[in-house]
């Protein structure tokens, strides 16, 4: 079962700015299991960089609930950056 948004992100920042973890991300099904899609619908923008600017997240792994089989690997994140 996959984790939800709340559950995983903690905190999300915009430019330094507080902004609603829910209204950047989308969880989505893939072919690797369930993902959160940042900025999908495109109306999140950056307009600095660095500590002081960007997008910043705090992100919760979870780590006590993640059973270890024969198929599985780790535990943690995957981060997949498309610039599209």
């Avoid at 500590?51 to 792994?61: A, E, K, R, Y």
Wanted: charged share 15%; with cysteine; hydrophobic share 30%.
């Amino acid at each position: 079962m996959a984790h939800s948004l709340n559950e995983t992100f903690k905190t999300c920042y915009v430019d330094s700015a507080s902004v609603p973890c829910q209204d950047t991300f989308v969880q989505v099904k893939t072919d690797a299991g369930f993902c959160h899609q940042f900025n999908g619908d495109g109306k999140v923008y950056s307009h600095a960089s660095g500590l002081s600017g960007g997008v910043q997240f705090v992100m919760d792994t979870l780590t006590h609930e993640y059973y270890i089989g024969p198929f599985s690997h780790s535990e943690g994140f995957s981060v997949c950056h498309l610039n599209i």
